[in-house]
């Protein structure tokens, strides 16, 4: 589970801001809130939700979360880093690098108890093209104290022993490139650590994943595919089942309806049972394996009814055997009487100026009651468009 992560100079957000996800100790005991993996003092929500006018930041955090994990894990087989890290948009920023820093708990190796971890990223926009690693480290915290596993200066490298690179002349090192991840890198030589590290998942963003991508995701996995149809019969009223073929033409979905004698085919369906389609599997993985699962606009084409059911997906606790979290962005005002203060994240942009992040539970003497809804509608919580 994510525990805080520090954003500087990325898109929207200029200033280092640090956003701690831990739940205060005097927030009620429930489901939505987990104990921590590694300290049973710490509380962390299973499902965080950012709210605020469009263009005010939301997508910001979403996208610093899903860019440092997906960079650490995955950057090896890109080009470059391309779009995906940019700086604020002012003179004053432009040639400063993007700094992310992300506190999450994981396990060394197969064998070890869990410990809080720190992943640590500095792009540089020198290069508008290709993007540079000025600085990344990851460390651990077994005892409660920090201990360096890696740092990299630009292309100068230190790895602890328990990295199990300590020669200065490991052909390993040779293999990482200034736009590349060390644990990427690592992990593709299977180094054994990285190997773990690796499998550190965070699942989906609004715009990266495509209908052909997901189509050939419930073709291989057949579990998956059950479990959609499980919950399909069950949330939609009618609907019997998804079935994925491949035709001359590639993959393609249809779906069985009661009561009807030939299929519907899935550009035929109305909006919110392909929206359904496209985002179950990331939150089966997460839940599969105690990962994260990111959403952009999760709002979009969804019923408000079916949205709380998905979050309590994550707050059962036997559903939720991992320690998976959900956490996405929203426009619809209902969700937040669906959660509690210390799950609500605001973002503003004032106009001119960049982004920031406050929680609800920041804001003095607030009380869930009569409706968090009503008080966000009449603008005593901020973070509202103001229009004229």
């Not at 602890?160 to 990427?184: Q, T």
Request: charged fraction near 25%; proline fraction near 5%; aromatic fraction near 14%.
């Amino acid at each position: 589970m994510i525990y805080n992560i520090t954003i500087e100079n990325f898109f929207s957000i200029a200033d280092s801001q640090r956003i701690s996800f831990s739940v205060p100790g005097n927030a009620p005991e429930l489901p939505c809130f987990k104990a921590s993996s590694i300290d049973k003092n710490i509380r962390l929500p299973s499902v965080i939700g950012f709210f605020g006018p469009n263009a005010s930041g939301k997508t910001t955090v979403l996208r610093a979360i899903f860019s440092a994990v997906i960079f650490a894990c995955k950057s090896f087989e890109w080009e470059h880093a391309g779009q995906m890290f940019q700086s604020y948009r002012q003179k004053d920023w432009l040639d400063k690098p993007t700094k992310i820093i992300i506190d999450f708990d994981n396990k060394l190796n197969n064998k070890a108890e869990s410990a809080m971890f720190r992943y640590e990223l500095h792009i540089s926009h020198k290069n508008l093209q290709t993007k540079k690693v000025l600085y990344e480290a990851l460390s651990y915290a077994p005892k409660g104290k920090y201990r360096s596993l890696f740092e990299r200066k630009g292309q100068e490298f230190y790895f602890s022993n328990e990295f199990g690179i300590s020669k200065k002349d490991d052909p390993r090192k040779e293999s990482i490139r200034p736009n590349a991840s060390v644990i990427s890198t690592l992990t593709k030589l299977n180094h054994y650590i990285n190997q773990q590290m690796g499998a550190m998942q965070i699942h989906g963003f609004h715009g990266f994943e495509t209908t052909s991508q997901w189509l050939e995701l419930y073709y291989r996995d057949k579990k998956c595919l059950e479990h959609l149809n499980k919950e399909l019969r069950r949330l939609n009223i009618g609907l019997e089942a998804m079935f994925v073929e491949k035709s001359g033409l590639g993959l393609f979905a249809k779906f069985k309806h009661m009561g009807l004698d030939d299929f519907i085919f899935f550009q035929e369906e109305s909006a919110g049972t392909p929206r359904f389609v496209e985002i179950f599997p990331r939150l089966h993985y997460a839940l599969e394996t105690g990962s994260i699962a990111v959403f952009d606009e999760i709002d979009t084409d969804l019923h408000p009814l079916l949205l709380p059911e998905l979050f309590r997906w994550f707050n059962d606790p036997e559903r939720n055997r991992y320690g998976a979290q959900l956490l996405f962005a929203a426009h619809n005002p209902t969700l937040l009487d669906e959660l509690e203060k210390g799950q609500i994240f605001f973002t503003e942009k004032p106009s001119g100026q960049a982004s920031y992040v406050y929680g609800a539970r920041d804001i003095k003497g607030l009380r869930r009651e009569p409706s968090l809804m009503k008080k966000y509608l009449s603008g005593e919580l901020g973070a509202i468009p103001h229009i004229g």
